[in-house]
């Protein structure tokens, strides 16, 4: 499964792209990722599912597209 990422998180990944083992929710997808990447563990970002950011669990199948989107500020 590709996930895209952006901002301070793309410096934590090392990568704007990574692979991630199919997840079968976002729930699963973060769980993974605070594991796989334990500086993101305490971070806040947000996660989008074609091009829609989701709030709450979400259910993903392989052909999804995934971003991680950090904290965002202006108005």
Do not use: C, R
């Not at 301070?8 to 990722?33: H, M, R, Y």
Request: hydrophobic share 50%.
């Amino acid at each position: 499964m590709q996930v895209l990422v952006f901002g301070q998180l793309k410096e934590i990944t090392g990568s704007d792209s990574i692979n991630v083992p199919a997840a079968a929710s976002t729930e699963e997808l973060v769980a993974w990722l605070a594991v796989t990447y334990p500086a993101m563990a305490g971070l806040k970002y947000l996660v989008a599912v074609d091009k829609e950011i989701v709030q709450e669990n979400t259910m993903l199948k392989e052909e999804n597209t995934i971003a991680l989107l950090p904290p965002y500020a202006g108005g």
